[in-house]
T-cell receptor
Framework: GENVEQHPSTLSVQEGDSAVIKCTYS??????FPWYKQELGKGPQLIID?????GEKKDQRIAVTLNKTAKHFSLHITETQPEDSAVYFC??????????FGGGTRVLVKP | ETGVTQTPRHLVMGMTNKKSLKCEQH?????MYWYKQSAKKPLELMFV???????ENNSVPSRFSPECPNSSHLFLHLHTLQPEDSALYLC?????????????FGPGTRLTVT
């Protein structure tokens, strides 16, 4: 079955530094990889996604890279700010509507 | 605001109670989902409805009963729950056609079973 491993489970960075979260997946048919940010008391919010025909996508301070051969994808946050503190989830989808989520990474940006 | 609302936001119920969680989406989507979020399993899919028909049931105990009367509303009926069912229950919606199928989540209902 589908499986998504996410690392690290917690990440503490100094404000202004970069943060990197990595996910690996097992289903070679996976073709869509979203990232969600969940702040305290809120539901997960989609922040960026990438499809299998693209290797990298960037949106201001966040970027996602995908290596289909190695079956892993990563989220990069540059120039981190305190408001980036949240739990981040990666996910993958092979077909249909079902997303399989990673275990989450709690990011703390220290001022 | 994501366009997906959930009520109530917090619920405390005893093991013999019956209650319902409500989700409403204002995005014109035709697929809706229930997820359970707990410390053990951060985002666990429970049910998927597409065009008001249940298309997936992830081995969820029968004490959870979903209902989707139309494409904008989704309910989760709860009865004789166990303390281990305490969790955050999240609703999501998406468009079930084409390549644009991003899921949008509501704020969740924090459920405590006593």
């Amino acid at each position: 079955g589908e499986n998504v491993e996410q690392h690290p489970s917690t990440l503490s960075v100094q404000e202004g530094d970069s943060a990197v979260i990595k996910c690996t997946y097992s289903d070679s048919a996976s073709n869509y990889f979203p990232w969600y940010k969940q702040e305290l008391g809120k539901g997960p919010q989609l922040i960026i996604d990438i499809r299998s025909n693209v290797g990298e996508k960037k949106d201001q301070r966040i970027a996602v890279t995908l290596n289909k051969t190695a079956k892993h994808f990563s989220l990069h946050i540059t120039e981190t700010q305190p408001e980036d503190s949240a739990v981040y989830f990666c996910a993958e989808r092979a077909a249909g509507n079902k997303l399989t989520f990673g275990g989450g990474t709690r990011v703390l940006v220290k001022p | 605001e994501t366009g997906v609302t959930q009520t109530p936001r917090h619920l405390v119920m005893g093991m013999t109670n019956k209650k319902s969680l409500k989700c409403e989406q204002h995005l014109g989507h035709n697929a809706m989902y229930w997820y359970k979020q707990s410390a053990k399993k951060p985002l666990e899919l429970m049910f998927v409805y597409s065009l008001e028909e249940r298309v997936e049931n992830n081995s969820v105990p029968s004490r959870f009963s979903p209902e989707c009367p139309n494409s904008s509303h989704l309910f989760l009926h709860l009865h004789t729950l166990q303390p281990e069912d305490s969790a955050l229950y999240l609703c999501a919606s998406s468009q079930d056609r084409g390549t644009v199928r991003e899921q949008y989540f509501g704020p969740g209902t924090r459920l405590t079973v006593t």
